[in-house]
């Protein structure tokens, strides 16, 4: 990681006489490295793929108002290897169904670390991995579910009661909180997360991040939407990232300033935090904060409020 205020430096190197390139070779071999090396400064060069990607799975009218959490269990797995606790916040997922209080329809046949990426909201969730499906129906026949065709798709509900409606493969489950159908969570109807400008900005700030924290979209607030991400070249080199997708540039502006001075009024606690504006019709404001090795993965969701504050403020 680079310390504050470090800066880029190129050397031109001389090129034997018969090996010179041509002009518009030599152009393109130094935006090349210039690409290159922009990239290597900063692991928010992903440009949100997996976030947004990951967004596809939930239907814009029923999560739009929700907080969504996205998870890359298996980069955060990757990460724990070294510092487990450091990490154990940003693994949990956004689902009631798999919290520790009360068991899944599946009982023991499911797992979290069979769940590779999860997207979740209060109302429905999409997960991918590897999955015992013929054990985890099994296990859903047992607790009185019941499969019926919606769309080509088995989903199994509860029969007479309420719970959750699932669709079960080897690789994917789908779910709604809601027993009655799965379209808070099929992105084949209408427009999902993704297909949402305001989600599109968001997870384009974020960068390449294994865990994202949406907050509920309000379009006649000054902050349109807002999230906090967590991005990691390597368990040593954790970064917390805030975005916010407000409606015009005076906003913009006054948020900038704003966390700016809590970076200086709280100093050192967000040392070498870089706050950035990405000018438009929504602008979008960036908060990028390195962690030390002695922080936990998530702080600003789970500890330091200050940053997180200061948006809810504008």
Not at 139 to 152: A, E, I, N, P
Not at 177 to 206: F, I, M, W
Not at 224 to 252: H, I, Y
Not at 282 to 300: I, Y
Request: net charge positive; proline share 4%; hydrophobic share 40%.
């Amino acid at each position: 990681m680079f310390r504050c205020g470090a800066s880029i430096r190129f050397t031109v190197m001389r090129t034997a006489p018969h090996r010179s390139l041509p002009a518009s070779a030599l152009t393109s071999f130094l935006a090349a490295a210039l690409v290159a090396a922009l990239s290597g400064c900063s692991s928010s060069s992903g440009g949100g793929s997996g976030a947004l990607g990951a967004l596809r799975h939930l239907g814009a009218a029923e999560n739009a108002a929700k907080q969504v959490t996205y998870v890359d269990t298996s980069r955060v797995r990757e990460l724990s290897k070294t510092d487990p606790k450091r990490f154990n916040h940003a693994g949990q997922t956004g689902s009631a169904l798999l919290n520790q209080y009360s068991g899944g329809p599946w009982g023991m046949s499911l797992k979290v670390s069979q769940i590779d990426t999860a997207v979740d909201s209060s109302v429905s969730g999409h997960w991918e991995g590897h999955f015992d499906a013929d054990a985890i129906i099994a296990s859903m026949k047992k607790q009185g579910f019941t499969s019926t065709k919606q769309r080509g798709k088995e989903v199994w509900k509860p029969s007479g009661g309420p719970g959750p409606a699932l669709v079960v493969s080897a690789k994917e489950i789908t779910y709604s909180t809601e027993s009655g159908n799965v379209d808070a969570a099929d992105p084949s109807l209408g427009a999902s997360l993704a297909d949402r400008s305001d989600y599109k900005q968001a997870a384009g700030c974020l960068g390449d991040v294994y865990r994202a924290d949406f907050n509920p979209l309000d379009t006649r607030a000054a902050v349109r939407l807002s999230v906090l991400g967590q991005q990691a070249d390597s368990s040593a080199k954790n970064t917390e990232v805030l975005c916010a997708v407000v409606k015009d540039q005076a906003t913009a502006d006054r948020l900038a300033a704003k966390l700016r001075a809590v970076v200086t009024s709280k100093a050192p606690k967000y040392e070498c935090t870089k706050v950035t504006v990405d000018k438009g019709d929504h602008p979008v404001v960036r908060a990028s904060v390195p962690d030390s090795s002695s922080q936990a993965a998530g702080r600003l969701l789970i500890s330091d409020f200050d940053l997180f504050m200061a948006v809810g403020a504008v």
